[in-house]
């Protein structure tokens, strides 16, 4: 890129940018891509190992930004016709045909519209001959064969209302906010795609078929299909649905709508709302390209950023490590992240510690102005770049998602980006690792130094405000007094984790799943491993025990999660919280606490060649940790500073437990004088408590590793460990039991003129694994009931979410809670309808045609989850808890497929012919005026 190279006096640098010149870039070989006459390009990707799975993309380059002034929103609008209505499919015939071959809205079908594309999406799970056709007919018509009704569009004009609406609440308030520094002064900062209100509800349907013809052209589209296909029959399906595709209307100009005005070296802006109780810096550098983005130089320009910005946040991981910290959570994309096709832009975030956010952005200038000023040590950027080769060796060896695959490559094909095989990347990082060099890093720094600023304070209302003026007189006080170049730039975990004293383990036989072992360590603790070669990814791991939320007694109420926090925080076994965060960050290893309602224990993943210190980071945490009284009282003082900011949606929730939950403390947040209550000895003894025993301990590890491997490092590791207290016994919790029966409660609550219907229905019920199945059908049932009944016949919504659960201990129960928002002013009549649409379920049960689809679809997903590490061992975690067969997840396709129709039935009357509790959140009528504030200098 001649200007960089210019700025850049390295003569490495331009001498390997000249070799890349020389050669162009490579492009994966099973990347097949075309295009038609009529100017629509595909692209298509064959993976024989995707097994049947098949995703298609058309992506449309029409966005919002090609909207008038009349037709703002329109083209999201234009995307939801999509699905009222086509040439060969009118109605919702289309949708009837992707239903009857198993496909569902939002699993298999969706959409969505940016600034600059809209993009249509189908994923077929088990592809035939007839599949493909339907779907490649489908996606034709949705490229030129819309109808635009005029009955249907006025349709879905509340429809899509109620999408903005669902989305708005605090979160949507800082989006708002960010984009309007991200944008200022560009078309983007007018082109909201929800659109405007005034639009959405009295444009003519003529506006969004103008929108339609001027924009949706063959020239603009681009059609990818990835996944298990023949590429020639794929290509000839393209060919005959695509190629007769023409346009329909003059094409528009649209040169300058995507550009942005000169930007000023700095804005600060300051975003502030009631219910926000974050404190976050934003710090925002942008630039337009000066070469496409595919070009050799580009590509490796972008690789030495992310050499450079990763080497910045290590930097500042460790300063956040340090005692006194100012900062924390800081986090940087390793690259640039593009906004169009030719402008691209980087994002640094951190948190300040305290209110005054000015010490934390000092350090973080300081530490860009060291980097820039000195570059790296050659030690720090080797340990880098040795992460970079690494984790492009690991992603050789891994298959990614196909819908993964398709939407990166449909970007890629979008922003006209290179598309490397994980082979090529690979050879990439290990050709250029060795040239590159510090001054590299010096030479990154000094280009995004050199480009406008922008800072975002993301604070409370009572936190002292950054200002123009501040942030200038910080940023001159670094320059006038640069740091020195001796400033270590990361921190060196130089600890050694302690040994317990190794001890036996013996074999435990047990049938299970192929691949499955099961074991007795000297001390009662239970070790499972699955081991199969197709597990992707990294090694996970779930240790558990019973006990959680639900058993907390008043006395202890709250303490599990406070005194896994300070642990945390405080570290384990002599070792410092922040040296043995440095070490699992080296080792890219993640090992997490939890507590749950009936169950705590630890989760975590590593590389398969990691897991010996995987192992050992399990060893240690379940040992005596450091938990201070200064960091309590920290702590403590946070939690206090935040609980008068909420946003609604949360204190929803958690009125829902008050009112919904036998033990309604289950929900609620510490008060004062529980958390006054707190010490830390108490707190030491509840920890240990939880994670101080040994034989009521299970320890899952599932990947593709080696059992015999797993058992020895669970003999060096684990099973030396003493018994520090007795096991805890299984407990019967009050907590997991609902309130049954009706009711109605009321919350007023937030900023927004939204309201939330949840509803909940609870009966008895005796566990069974076949009922379980069934339990998450009906579930899938009354949501596509409640959806349709709600959205397509009263378009009084946008989604609903329906959540069941069979509850087995400590007495059997179904829940269900159904839930969705809406206008605040029909929540009681929109509740009566989902409670008839409900109890019409019970009384007939479901038709014949959507049972079928939905054991097809409960199908296909339980296929993906079985090969899924994760999942298996979330499932294996839960059936050793509660003494089932490991094999049960892998059978449960089979016993699915022995419930017959009228078991489903039978439940469906048991379970959801009785009354539910409804829980409403309506504003707050008393700051309806209150709204976020945010401001620019």
Do not use: C
């Not at 038609?36 to 919002?64: H, M, Q, T, W």
């Amino acid at each position: 890129m001649p200007g960089l190279m210019r700025r850049w006096p390295v003569a490495g640098l331009l001498a390997v940018s000249a070799l890349l010149r020389a050669a162009p870039m490579p492009s994966d070989p099973a990347l097949i891509q075309g295009a038609l006459p009529n100017g629509l390009r595909y692209a298509i990707l064959p993976d024989a190992r995707a097994k049947g799975e098949v995703e298609f993309r058309l992506n449309v380059a029409a966005g919002s930004l090609h909207e008038t002034e009349a037709q703002r929103g329109l083209a999201h609008a234009v995307e939801h016709m999509a699905f009222k209505g086509t040439r060969q499919f009118p109605g919702v015939n289309g949708m009837k045909a992707l239903e009857a071959a198993g496909l569902s809205v939002g699993a298999h079908v969706n959409a969505e519209t940016s600034y600059d594309y809209t993009r249509y999406k189908l994923s077929l799970n088990n592809a035939t001959p007839a599949t493909l056709d339907l779907a490649m007919r489908v996606m034709a018509d949705w490229s030129g064969g819309l109808l635009f009704e005029p009955s249907a569009f006025d349709s879905e004009r509340p429809v899509i209302l109620e999408e903005w609406r669902m989305k708005r609440g605090v979160a949507y308030r800082l989006g708002l906010a960010q984009d309007a520094l991200r944008y200022a002064g560009s078309r983007y900062a007018d082109r909201e795609v929800i659109g405007t209100e005034a639009v959405l509800r009295h444009a003519p349907v003529s506006e969004a078929r103008a929108f339609y013809d001027h924009w949706y052209r063959p020239e603009r589209m681009t059609v990818v299909v990835a996944g298990d296909v023949d590429p020639a029959r794929i290509k000839a399906l393209i060919e005959t649905r695509f190629a007769p595709l023409a346009p329909r209307a003059p094409a528009l100009p649209e040169r300058g709508l995507s550009a942005f005005p000169p930007r000023p070296p700095l804005q600060v802006a300051r975003f502030t709302d009631p219910e926000n109780a974050r404190r976050q810096i934003m710090i925002r550098w942008a630039r337009q390209l000066d070469a496409p983005a595919s070009d050799s130089a580009s590509v490796w320009r972008d690789w030495l950023e992310s050499l450079a910005i990763r080497l910045l946040v290590k930097r500042l991981q460790a300063l956040a490590l340090e005692p006194n910290a100012v900062l924390r959570a800081p986090r940087m994309a390793p690259g640039s992240t593009l906004v169009s096709a030719d402008r691209v832009e980087y994002q640094l975030t951190f948190e300040p510690v305290g209110g005054d956010p000015g010490p934390a952005l000092k350090t973080v200038l300081a530490e860009i102005e060291r980097l820039r000023a000195h570059g790296a040590p050659r030690e720090d950027l080797s340990a880098i770049i040795n992460e970079e080769v690494l984790n492009a060796r690991a992603a050789e060896q891994q298959r990614r998602e196909t819908g993964v695959t398709a939407d990166r490559l449909v970007e890629s094909l979008h922003y006209r980006l290179p598309w490397f095989s994980a082979r090529q990347w690979r050879e990439l990082n290990e050709q250029w690792a060795p040239r590159a060099g510090s001054d590299h890093v010096r030479a990154v720094w000094e280009s995004l130094d050199g480009l406008p600023m922008q800072i975002l304070q993301i604070a409370r209302q009572d936190d002292p405000a950054l200002s123009l003026t501040s942030v200038r007189a910080l940023r001159a006080d670094v320059k006038a007094h640069p740091p020195a170049a001796t400033q270590p730039a990361t921190v060196k975990a130089s600890v050694t984790l302690p040994r317990p004293a190794p001890a036996d383990v013996r074999d435990i036989p047990v049938s299970g799943p192929e691949g499955f072992a099961r074991w007795r360590l000297a001390n009662g603790m239970t070790l499972q491993v699955l081991s199969r070669p197709g597990f992707q990814g990294p090694v996970q791991l779930r240790a558990t025990a019973p006990g959680g939320l639900a058993d907390e007694t008043p006395d202890v109420r709250h303490m599990g999660g406070m005194a896994t926090l300070l642990a945390e925080r405080g570290g384990y076994a002599g070792i410092d919280g922040k040296s043995l965060t440095a070490w699992s960050r080296e080792r890219q290893v993640a090992l997490r606490p939890f507590v749950l309602s009936m169950q705590h224990g630890l989760s975590g993943t590593a590389p398969a060649g990691r897991l010996d210190d995987l192992f050992a980071l399990l060893s240690v945490k379940l040992r005596t940790p450091a938990i201070e009284s200064a960091t309590l009282q920290s702590v403590r003082q946070d939690i206090l500073s935040r609980q008068d900011r909420e946003d609604a949606d949360s204190a929803f929730t958690r009125f829902i437990y008050r009112h919904g939950l036998k033990n309604s403390e289950m929900g609620e947040k510490p008060s004062a004088a529980q958390l006054a209550a707190m010490s830390a000895p108490g707190l030491l003894a509840h920890h240990r408590r939880l994670f101080g025993s040994r034989s009521d301990w299970t320890v899952t590890v599932v990947g593709n590793v080696s059992p015999a491997r797993v058992r020895d490092l669970a003999k060096t590791w684990l099973a030396g460990l003493a018994e520090e207290v007795p096991p805890r016994k299984t407990p019967v919790a009050e907590g997991l039991r609902p309130k049954p029966g009706a009711g109605r409660h009321v919350l007023e609550a937030g900023l927004e003129d939204k309201g939330v219907v949840n509803l909940q229905y609870v009966a008895p019920a005796a566990w069974t694994p076949a009922d379980a199945i069934a339990a998450d059908w009906l579930g899938q049932l009354v949501q596509e009931r409640v959806q349709q009944r709600l959205r397509r016949d009263e378009a009084a919504i946008y989604a609903v979410g329906a959540t069941p659960m069979l509850v087995r201990f400590p007495e059997g129960a179904f829940m269900l809670w159904i839930r969705f928002s809406a206008d605040p002013r029909r929540l009681d009549e929109l509740a009566r309808i989902t409670e008839e649409t409900v109890l019409a379920l019970s009384r007939n049960g479901p038709d014949d045609a959507e049972l079928a689809r939905i054991r097809r679809q409960w199908r296909e997903a339980r296929q993906r989850a079985l090969e899924d590490a994760g999942s298996w061992a979330q499932a294996l975690s839960q059936s050793a808890s509660a003494g089932d067969d490991p094999a049960a997840f892998e059978q449960g396709s089979d016993l699915a497929a022995g419930i017959a129709p009228e078991r489903v039935k039978a439940l469906a009357a048991q379970w959801l012919s009785g009354p539910a509790r409804v829980f409403l959140l309506k504003p707050d009528p008393g700051s309806h005026t209150a709204r976020a504030a945010h401001g620019a200098g």
